[in-house]
């Protein structure tokens, strides 16, 4: 059971570069989300979608952005790298998140931007 | 738009006694639905425990309990018989049914379990 996928697991990007972080689930979610978790700090959220096509802005979404052209995924696009990009980044999926579904969670990747 | 607040940033209990972790909301809505989620060393997120507001019922999933109280907009989570394994990181977590969809954190609490 892949359940929600992300790739890379680590990476390190220079200032200025830029990359897309992968994030596939296989569960005919409706819902997904990006956050971002700073250390020893909760999660925060970046953007979410509430089905393909429909995105929309969380509570950080300066210098990112998502697209969804299908239910199975939803990239994370980091333009121009800034060392305050440093993070952990969490990708997850509901099936119906209005309802109180259960998140379920991609194992995470680790950007640090130097 | 909502915000959830955990105000214990650690906490520490010792192995077989009780714990509880404590959560706030602020929210406009009346129905919506609140979380508690585990995260190991390992990063991956478990979820522990779902509450559904509209259910004046606590809910309890084996030795994990919440204390739910609508119109203090609280909900801490009771862990007893605190087992090593507890020892994570735990979020409360808040998402509207209608509007907010949007599912929000709070900064966690980092519990540690003692032998």
């Known amino acids: 059971n892949a359940g929600v996928t992300q790739t890379p697991k680590f990476r390190i990007l220079k200032i200025g570069q830029s990359m897309t972080l992968q994030c596939a689930q296989d569960m005919n979610h409706n819902y997904m989300y990006w956050y971002r978790q700073d250390p020893g700090m909760g999660l925060k959220l970046i953007y979410y979608s509430v089905g393909a096509g429909i995105t929309d802005k969380g509570e950080v979404p300066n210098g990112y952005n998502v697209s969804r052209s299908t239910t199975e995924d939803f990239p994370l696009r980091l333009e121009l790298a800034a060392p305050s990009q440093t993070s952990v980044y969490f990708c997850a999926s509901s099936y119906e998140g209005g309802r109180g579904t259960e998140a379920f969670f991609g194992q995470g990747t680790r950007l640090t931007v130097v | 738009a909502q915000t959830v607040t955990q105000s214990q940033p650690e906490m520490s209990v010792q192995e077989a006694e009780t714990v509880t972790l404590s959560c706030t909301y602020d929210t406009s809505e009346n129905n919506y639905y609140l979380f508690w989620y585990k995260q190991p060393p390992s990063r991956q997120m478990i979820l522990v425990i779902r509450?559904?507001?509209?259910?004046?019922q606590n809910a309890t999933e084996n030795r994990f309990s919440v204390n739910f109280q609508k119109a203090a907009k609280s909900f801490s989570l009771k862990i007893s018989d605190s087992q090593l394994g507890d020892t994570a990181m735990y979020f409360c977590?808040?998402?509207?049914?209608?509007?907010?969809?949007?599912?929000?954190f709070g900064a966690g609490t980092r519990l540690t379990v003692k032998p």
């Open positions: 977590a808040f998402i509207g049914r209608y509007n907010n969809n949007d599912m929000r």
């Open positions: 509450q559904e507001a509209y259910k004046q």
